[in-house]
């Protein structure tokens, strides 16, 4: 079943600029999490935002979640070359789930 | 180094031919995952293990097989190979596999049956 949706399923930006990737999720949720893929790699883990945080950053990476929505955006700011990766958000359908399931990801080419 | 290892990293085989993928993690994790990741239907869940004996099905388990006899391994067994599950496969393992227990990924295994 999947929970996460992603928009856009491909995104293509120059090195430099601000790149904005969207989830949307059906049914409530406590946590959310972000991962990259590079091409053909392991999944890594970004970041994680629990449904009482409303923004959340890491480095270059800002994280917003809307519960009201159900919908969640990964901003990584001041792109570089090695940000061309997957992109998924995961979720879980709920308390005490044991099953992350993951969106389809957008696909980010960063321009030199 | 913290990690999770899978392998092979590559595996051609034919329809019918049992095999195994290996997946072992060294983080003292109760937490295991096998996904499955093919184009146009992202990761998909296949079995979960949340500790030694125990396991479940996820969304896609037909045609696997998984056993997790210690705490470290969990292999993904297919018994009998058919072309649908080539495929590219990840294990994945976390401290609790709670939603606040962020997955570490294995680099995959590529496996195609023809």
């Known amino acids: 079943s999947q929970q996460g949706e992603e928009d856009p399923q491909a995104l293509s930006i120059q090195e430099g600029e601000n790149a904005t990737m969207n989830c949307s999720y059906k049914?409530?949720?406590?946590?959310l999490q972000w991962y990259r893929q590079n091409s053909g790699r392991g999944l890594v883990h970004l970041i994680l935002i629990r449904s009482n945080e409303r923004e959340k950053h890491s480095g270059r990476l800002r994280v917003t979640l809307d519960t009201s929505k159900k919908s969640s955006s990964l901003l990584i700011t001041a792109s570089r070359a090695a940000d061309t990766a997957s992109y998924f958000c995961?979720?879980?359908?709920?308390?005490?789930?044991?099953?992350?399931?993951f969106g389809k990801g957008t696909k980010l080419s960063v321009i030199p | 180094e913290a990690q999770v290892t899978q392998n092979p990293r590559y595996l051609i085989t034919v329809t019918g031919k049992k095999l195994t993928v290996t997946c072992s993690q060294n983080m003292n994790h109760e937490y295991m995952s096998w996904y499955r990741q093919d184009p146009g239907l992202g990761l998909r869940q296949i079995y979960y293990?949340?500790?030694?004996?125990?396991?479940d099905k996820g969304d896609v388990p037909e045609g696997y097989k998984v056993s997790r006899k210690e705490k470290r391994n969990f292999p993904l067994i297919l018994e009998s190979p058919s072309p649908n599950q080539t495929s590219l496969y990840f294990c994945?393992?976390?401290?609790?596999?709670?939603?606040?227990?962020?997955?570490?990924f294995g680099n995959g295994t590529r496996l195609t049956v023809t």
């Open positions: 995961a979720t879980g359908p709920g308390a005490g789930s044991y099953q992350l399931t």
């Open positions: 049914t409530s949720i406590n946590n």
């Open positions: 293990s949340m500790n030694v004996e125990v396991t």
């Open positions: 994945a393992s976390s401290l609790s596999g709670l939603d606040n227990s962020p997955l570490h």
